[in-house]
């Protein structure tokens, strides 16, 4: 499926390319509009119109579809654990924006890292991000129902948050 991504996305590219470049192509399609209905300016402008168009579906396609072929890489140990280190000293701090960036890329390199799950959700706590500090919150206790986070006042937002939806 990315793959289809990453052509199409290409093969949209390629016709804006065209239709930006080749004027020859742009008058074609114009003799063919013109012969059915439209006037010569706005076939122009249905031109510029739609290579604009392509390009941006281009461009999303195949950054959607490189998303997908890009494989994540887990963080090496002693790497992540010089990034909780820092992050923890982050939130000491109260470099919360670094905590969060930092936790991100751990989570995203594993998703089981319950030790940057909580952190940030503490980091985003502390920004006032409450919504989002429960989603993480949410994701520690998913993996380790009985996690102290639950009997915080983050884990409290969390049960009002759940309790609030179940209504």
């Known amino acids: 499926m990315e793959i289809l ?13 065209l239709f930006l470049f080749r004027k ?18 706005l076939v122009l402008f249905q031109g510029r119109r739609m290579a604009s168009l392509l390009v941006i579906l281009g461009v999303v396609a195949l950054f959607s579809g490189v998303e997908g072929v890009i494989d994540v890489q887990a963080i090496r140990p002693k790497i ?14 109260g470099h919360y924006t670094k905590v969060v960036n930092r936790c991100r890329e751990l989570v995203h390199s594993d998703p089981k890292n ?28 998913r993996i380790d ?16 948050k759940n309790v609030a939806r179940n209504r």
Not at 5 to 17: H, P, Y
Not at 83 to 93: G, I, K, S, V
Not at 118 to 140: F, H, I, P, S, Y
Not at 152 to 157: D, L
């Open 80 to 93: 992540a654990a010089a990034m909780m280190a820092q992050a923890r000293e982050d939130l000491r701090l």
């Open 114 to 141: 319950i030790d940057a799950w909580e952190l940030l959700a503490n980091a985003w706590w502390a920004m006032g991000q409450k919504d989002r500090a429960a989603t993480a919150a949410d994701a520690v206790l």
């Open 24 to 41: 020859k192509l742009i008058f074609t399609v114009n003799e063919f509009m013109r012969r059915r209905v439209f006037s010569d300016r």
């Open 5 to 17: 991504k990453i052509v199409l996305g290409l093969t949209a590219l390629l016709l804006a390319w």
């Open 145 to 160: 129902p009985d996690n102290a986070i639950s009997r915080s006042s983050i884990g409290q937002y969390l049960t009002e």
